[in-house]
Each structure stands twice: as structure tokens, then as C-alpha cells.
């Protein structure tokens, strides 16, 4: 008798699986922890908690539960439609914008085809080409660990089929400026489309952040992602989009599953967006935890990369180590080895706090390391 792996497609034997953060849960009970006793930053989650108006909505959608969701999000993509003065044809929902990332896989990869990314970028960008049967040409970071989008241009070949830029990045939470990324956009094939992560965006200035409207005007191959995980403090709900031609948009309609995101979340969504003076707080809160990191680190004489984002990357000298240690002491970080960063860990910035316990444990670890 056949045995399942012989059954299924060959390409799952070597495709790799994501490892999201751990849950604090587990983390308590595999180490006899309290759970009031650990902090997670680990996963760029809102120390802040979720927007007000986004739960308020949340929890009246719940009332009418027995209802399928609109399963073609009318309402929300009105709501960014009027947010971001597009057509609301020009927008695709997701259940997280990491969705929008395989149904772009769906859309335009096959065997053989390229996919061009950074070589610290968000691994789901590799996932996905694998998972098609394409080829992930991850181009190298520069030596400020931002994007080398000179060298990324360098790389597009006849084969390429998507490039993949986030800005900010994750890990790294370098940004690129929005002439950067312009002059990108328009210097690709028309074979190859573009797209741009801003899963982190809000957490830019709002006067520096790029707007890249502009490239859907144009006509360009490009699609812009967003999600409601980061500073809108809904990561649980899972929801994201994606902004692009409307023509990019009906092809990804056509490989998306229908209902793909529930009523709860679109609720919360659509209310979120109105929520803009939890967002200021946020952003706010989060330049100053920066800050406060950065000077610590600074102060201790640990190496890091100047982030736009609401994480940052710090050389420990060994991640895991550091990520296994502060554990037991009731601290989830984040190791970045898969990254080919072995020395480094990503760091959530938490409330004042949290980064004060961190910035406390940091030493201890330090010390123990140079002991």
C-alpha cells in the first residue's frame, strides 16, 4: 500500500514549515511559569492591545453569528476605498495579508518560474515560491541590512515572476523611501509583478511614509499589502489586504476561497480604520519604546539595526541561546537564524516595562555569557 507521502505532490517533502512565536500558554506550562509572569515579544503583537472600536464592532458582529460574512468584504473595501480615495474595486481582503501572499502564488507562479526576494526577508515570501514549484533568488541585504534594490533589479531574469520588498522589513525593520521605491516599481519588466509589504507602515511618520497610489495609476504590476495584525492590535482576528489595478485584484478574486474572512473580523476592520487616536497613541508609544531600546542597547554597548517598525534587531552572539535562557526567566524573544542571522534576535517593542525587564534580563544573559 501506498503510504500518503508517496501520494502527495513531491514538493512537499523538502518544503519547509513556518514556526510562528510560541504562545504564552505553552511557554507557562512547559516551565512551570505563571502566566501573568511572562511577557511575549516575540511576534511584533500591540503591547497596547487591540483597537477599542475594533472590538466594540467585534463583539456586536458576534450577535449575528449565524449569518454567513459578505463574502465579498463590500463593505470594508467601501471603507478603504474612501480611506485611501480608490476604487473599492482596487482592493483584496484577506485572512491576514499572508493570504494575499499565496493567492499572488496561485495567480502567477508555475515550475521553473523565479521569485526575487531579500535574503533577510519575511520567509512566508520563500514558503510560497517553493510551495509552487518556483525558484527563491534571495538577493543579499545591503551592509545597513535594508533591501539592495539595485542588486534585487540586477537579479530579475526572463524567469522572474514576482519580486517581493517589504518596507519596513521584517526581520530587519529597515524602510526604504518612497523615491526608492518608485523608481523600483517603474524600473521593472512588465513580466514581473511587484509586490510591496507595508505590513508595518503605520508605524512610519505619517508626513515620510511613502505613497505608492501612484504606481496603480500608472498602470504598473504592483501590489501594496496592509494588515490589521500590527499597530491596530487585531492579529487574532486575521485580517489583511492587498491594493492593486483592479484587474491584479480580479485575478486573485478568481484563485480566492469564498468566505475567506469572517464577519467578526470585517466588523473590527472597518471600525479599526476610524480608531485613528488609538493609532497616534500607538505609533507615539512606540517611538518612545524604541528609544528606550535603543539607548539601552546603545548604553551596554550592544549592536543593533536602526528600525522604523515596532521591533528591533540585536546582536546577542548567539540567538538561541539568548532566546532559550531569557524563556526560562518568563521572556519570549525571537532567534533569527532561519534568517542567517545565528548572533542576532528580534526584539518587540513592548511597553515601557516590558523593555525595562528586558533591557534588566539582557544583562544578566550578558553576563553569563561572558562568564
Not at 463590500?74 to 473599492?88: G, K, M, N
Not at 534585487?152 to 530587519?172: D, E, I, Q, Y
Not at 476561497?257 to 479599526?272: G, H, L
Request: hydrophobic share 45%.
Amino acid at each position: 500500500m501506498s503510504t500518503l507521502s508517496a501520494l502527495a505532490r513531491p514538493e512537499l517533502a523538502t518544503q519547509p514549515v513556518y514556526e510562528p512565536g510560541k504562545p504564552i500558554e505553552d511557554v507557562a506550562r512547559e516551565l512551570g511559569l505563571a502566566v501573568a509572569d511572562i511577557t511575549k515579544l516575540a511576534s511584533n503583537e500591540n503591547p497596547f492591545g487591540p483597537s477599542p472600536l475594533g472590538i466594540a464592532a467585534a463583539q456586536h458582529a458576534l450577535t449575528h453569528s449565524e449569518l454567513y460574512p459578505d463574502g465579498d468584504c463590500v463593505a470594508l473595501r467601501a471603507r478603504l476605498a474612501a480611506y485611501w480615495q480608490l476604487s473599492p474595486r482596487a482592493f483584496v481582503v484577506g485572512n491576514g495579508s499572508n493570504e494575499i501572499i499565496e493567492l499572488l502564488g496561485h495567480a502567477f507562479l508555475r515550475p521553473g518560474d523565479e521569485v526575487v526576494m531579500g535574503s533577510c526577508a519575511f520567509v512566508v515570501y520563500k514558503l510560497v515560491s517553493l510551495l509552487f514549484g518556483a525558484k527563491p533568488v534571495e538577493v543579499p541585504m545591503r551592509a545597513d541590512f535594508a533591501h539592495d534594490l539595485d542588486a534585487m533589479l540586477a537579479a530579475v531574469t526572463a524567469h522572474t515572476r514576482l519580486v517581493f520588498v517589504a518596507s519596513p522589513n521584517n526581520p530587519t525593520g529597515r524602510a526604504h523611501s518612497q523615491a526608492e521605491l518608485l523608481a523600483f516599481a517603474r524600473a521593472l519588466p512588465p513580466h514581473v509583478v511587484l509586490c510591496i509589504d507595508e505590513a508595518y507602515a503605520e508605524y512610519l511618520d505619517p508626513a515620510a511614509a511613502p505613497d505608492l497610489c501612484e504606481l496603480i495609476a500608472e498602470g504598473r504590476h504592483v501590489i501594496c499589502l496592509r494588515t490589521f495584525s500590527k499597530v491596530y492590535g487585531l492579529a487574532g482576528l486575521r485580517i489583511g489586504y492587498g491594493y492593486a489595478s483592479e484587474e491584479l485584484v480580479g485575478l486573485l478574486n478568481r484563485v480566492r476561497q469564498p468566505f475567506n474572512v469572517n464577519a467578526i473580523s470585517q466588523a473590527a476592520a472597518r471600525a479599526a480604520l476610524d480608531d485613528v487616536d488609538f493609532v497616534a497613541r500607538c505609533r507615539r508609544e512606540n517611538a518612545r519604546g524604541l528609544r528606550q531600546l535603543e539607548v539601552g542597547l546603545a548604553e551596554r554597548g550592544v549592536e543593533f539595526v536602526a528600525s522604523a517598525a515596532n521591533f528591533i534587531l540585536l546582536k546577542v552572539g548567539d540567538g538561541v541561546r539568548c532566546f532559550q535562557w531569557m524563556q526560562t526567566q518568563g521572556m519570549i524573544v525571537r532567534p533569527v537564524a532561519s534568517y542567517g542571522l545565528p548572533e542576532w534576535i528580534r526584539l518587540t517593542v513592548g511597553t515601557a516595562a516590558q523593555n525595562a525587564r528586558f533591557l534588566s534580563l539582557l544583562d544578566e544573559f550578558l553576563a553569563k555569557a561572558r562568564s
